[in-house]
């Protein structure tokens, strides 16, 4: 049920802190990956071992420790996962939230998330109904903060009321619940390229590009995490694989369009991969040497041209099909004419020249040009491009429907 989602739990101070340790082993039960952030309040009551031993990952503690810093960043731990669960969340945590304070490597990472928040309460029944706490619900509610409980019963100090922290699978299942309803692609198929290929010349030489395989990738995750069933077919890059993602991996432009006609039917198709346009017509079995002039001779041949391809496959082309053109100049023409020549149904033009770092690095200019016109998108993370396409690929899959 949750399959490739990665949850980020923060463990804060409170008794209910050890039904965290349940909550872990019922949220990878269901196939999400978990990542903890414990608070000092929260390691009077569970330890790291504890949490680590279970989620099978590090555990985050000190928002100054200069090694965790440098391994993963407190920017980069609040925004790597699809959801940030607080379980339990005491008064105190509830209230530095809606201050936004940050005080803490767990405030912190609440404070600098752009990612969905769901707390679990956890704390005396008169602490929940006091006026500043209810205060404090009411400013994070309306920031759009989701809650699951708290129940009603025996607390451990002995009291009776509201402010038990619910149950390890009733969180589970409000998690469960947020995905559900956070997956308008359900049902849907995805199918995306991504990075270079390798022409092979000889036995240990090949025809390549400088392309990292970022950009697509970061498309097959953000389908991916909106409930489509994505198959993501890549050359080489060193890359690890996005979650919840089918995996085929390829060498040569002839592998990758075997490795998609393979994956179709889809329902939309992105072709991010930056596909060598020739390939030498034949290998050598051996290691090529110089000859007389000192430079081989290599006959060139073209590879076929996957996107045009697949766009004009009349029996299995997607509803929607989406290519790349990666340009050095003229970019918003030159991807005209491609759109045209291709088939496609949109072409995603980007500027590759040296300059830009566009190949290889994190960020990226995109104009997305359609039968409507072209779209001018700011510069932004490779990350940001793909949750915007993926976004407009649901509103246009939506409005075929």
């Known amino acids: 049920m949750l399959h490739g989602k990665s949850i980020l739990l923060i463990v804060s101070g409170g008794i209910a802190a050890y039904k965290s340790l349940e909550l872990v082993r019922r949220l990878r039960e ?13 390691a009077q009551f569970v330890t790291p071992l504890s949490l680590s031993a279970l989620s099978e990952d590090k555990v985050y503690t000190d928002l100054f420790s200069l090694t965790d810093e440098a391994e ?3 920017i980069q731990l609040s925004r790597d996962a699809d959801l940030i ?22 405030t912190t990472a609440l404070l600098a998330t752009d990612k969905d928040v769901l707390f679990a309460p956890s704390m005396n029944v008169r602490m929940w109904t006091h006026a500043a706490t209810q205060a404090n619900l009411a400013t994070l509610r309306e920031r ?18 509201s402010g038990r922290m619910s149950e390890p699978d009733e969180i589970a299942d ?36 400088r392309s990292s395989g970022r950009q697509g990738h970061a498309i097959a995750a953000a389908l991916a995490r909106r409930g489509a069933l994505t198959t993501l077919v890549s050359g080489p890059t060193n890359l690890p694989n996005p979650a919840g993602v089918q995996m085929i991996h390829v060498e040569s432009a002839r592998e990758m369009l075997a490795a998609c006609k393979s994956a179709l039917p889809a329902d939309v198709l992105v072709c991010a991969a ?10 050598a079995n051996e290691k090529l040497k110089k000859n007389g002039d000192g430079v081989p001779t290599l006959e060139m041949t073209e590879n076929p041209d996957i996107l045009a391809t697949l766009s004009a496959s009349a029996n299995t082309r997607p509803d ?9 100049e003229d970019v918003i023409a030159h991807a005209q004419f491609k759109r045209d020549r291709k088939g496609c149904d949109w072409i995603l033009a980007n500027d590759v020249s040296p300059e830009t770092g566009t190949f290889g690095g994190s960020n990226n200019t995109i104009h997305l040009v359609s ?11 490779k990350i940001d491009v793909a949750d915007r396409l993926a976004e407009r690929i649901t509103e246009q899959l939506g409005a075929g429907e």
């Not at 669960?85 to 767990?106: E, F, N, R, T």
């Not at 390229?193 to 030489?205: A, F, K, L, N, Y």
């Not at 930056?274 to 290998?283: F, N, P, S």
């Not at 929607?320 to 050095?328: C, K, N, Q, R, Y």
């Open 144 to 161: 759009g903060v989701h809650f699951v409980g708290p129940n009603e019963g025996d607390m451990a100090c002995g009291e009776f009321g």
């Open 371 to 381: 039968a409507a016109g072209v779209e001018d998108w700011p510069r932004m993370s």
């Open 30 to 42: 269901r196939g999400a990956s978990v990542r903890c952030v414990l608070t000092r309040g929260g």
């Open 85 to 106: 669960v607080v379980a339990p969340a005491s008064a105190d945590i509830l209230a530095k939230a809606a201050q936004g304070l940050a005080d803490d490597l767990a």
């Open 72 to 74: 993963m960043g407190h």
């Open 174 to 209: 409000a998690v469960s619940d947020f995905f559900e309803d956070s997956a308008p692609l359900s049902g849907r198929r995805a199918l995306v390229t991504s990075g270079p290929t390798h022409e092979p010349i000889d036995p240990v030489r090949y025809i390549a590009n």
């Open 274 to 283: 930056a596909v060598a346009d020739w390939r030498v017509g034949t290998q």
């Open 320 to 328: 929607l099909v989406i290519g790349f053109a990666a340009e050095t």
